[in-house]
């Protein structure tokens, strides 16, 4: 799968390698501001407060 | 679609085996890369959560100590720095009223905590205000200052760890708390592990619900154990003393306050 990604990106060697570099920091990017928060919810020690949870 | 790739068909025998070969890999790769991005979400919640707190809070205390600058807060009166004297009696303490939800209330500085332990504490106990701002007061509950239950909250793990060390307070130990009225010092007495449906520690004389407050308490709630969350551990202090903004911060916590407060 990456591999096929990989040679189906166009340009030199180099700038491939550039240019999956770059992907893989927005598929991080969008991991921290989307998917880890979404996550999040699904993990417990971050319940401190005493009666109900208000989430938002 | 990847299954159509043509790539890599030269080297297979026969078309059923290169298909299953195929599927296999992509299964696995998929399975490397679940496996990379529970890594990954371990290190953002037990790691960047606090890296963004921190810088969160560092921003709401600078922007506390503006306010407090423009309403002629602490300019260093200095107590001169000898044989700090016994605290003088201001009176009652002034209470103040409550800001709205996500408004700061002050700063709390906990030396058992470290010299640098100073949180914003900040209205309302919502997740928005816990997951950045850090101590979030319990809005039903009493000001700093106030007879009756002075309630907050803050997480023990990720997303700045605010009451990470709860469990180190030591009976004695105190714990300050600064308004734009002046500071709040508050002595230590123990601790407690409830369920978390106990919401009777909140109550104006805690877990006594029928007592009618003659102290000012601070309780602080986290969870307990450190990376569960099955229980709640409570930190009750009692209301030493106060002194107003004009009398100066404590001397014992003098330069940690310049500090606080002159980073901005």
């Not at chain 2, 159509?4 to 068909?9: S, V």
């Not at chain 2, 990470?164 to 307070?169: A, E, P």
């Not at chain 2, 450190?226 to 709640?232: H, K, L």
Request: hydrophobic share 40%; charged share 15%.
């Amino acid at each position: 799968m990456y591999g096929w990604i990989f040679r189906h990106l166009p340009g030199p060697l180099w700038l491939r390698i550039v240019t999956s570099l770059v992907l893989l920091g927005g598929v991080l990017v969008l991991m921290v501001q989307f998917l880890f928060p979404w996550m999040s919810q699904f993990t417990q020690f971050t319940d401190s407060t005493i009666g109900l949870v208000t989430r938002q | 679609m990847v299954l159509l790739d043509k790539g890599t068909a030269s080297a297979v025998p026969a078309r059923g085996v290169g298909v299953l070969r195929k599927l296999i890999k992509i299964a696995g790769e998929l399975l490397i890369t679940v496996g990379v991005v529970l890594l990954l979400f371990v290190a953002w919640q037990l790691w960047w959560t606090n890296v963004e707190s921190d810088a969160k809070q560092s921003e709401t205390i600078r922007n506390f100590a503006q306010e407090l600058g423009g309403s002629g807060g602490p300019v260093a009166p200095a107590p001169p720095g000898e044989t700090p004297p016994a605290p003088a009696d201001y009176g009652p303490p002034k209470v103040a009223k409550a800001p709205g939800h996500g408004g700061t209330i002050g700063i709390m500085y906990i030396p058992r905590f470290g010299p640098d332990y100073t949180r914003p504490i900040v209205q309302g106990t919502s997740m928005d205000v816990l997951d950045t701002l850090g101590l979030g007061h319990y809005s039903n509950t009493a000001m700093p200052g106030a007879t009756g239950n002075f309630a907050v909250a803050g997480h023990r793990q990720t997303h700045g760890a605010v009451l990470d060390n709860i469990h180190t307070l030591v009976p004695g130990d105190k714990i300050y708390v600064q308004t734009k009225d002046g500071f709040y010092v508050y002595v230590f007495r123990n601790n407690q592990i409830v369920l978390p449906s106990a919401t009777d520690v909140l109550l104006p004389v805690p877990t006594q619900p029928a007592a009618r407050p003659t102290e000012a308490y601070l309780t602080m709630t986290s969870c307990n154990p450190r990376f569960g969350s099955q229980e709640r551990i409570i930190a009750y202090s009692l209301l030493d003393h106060w002194q107003p903004a004009s009398a100066g911060p404590p001397a014992e916590i003098a330069a940690q306050v310049a500090k606080a407060l002159g980073k901005g």
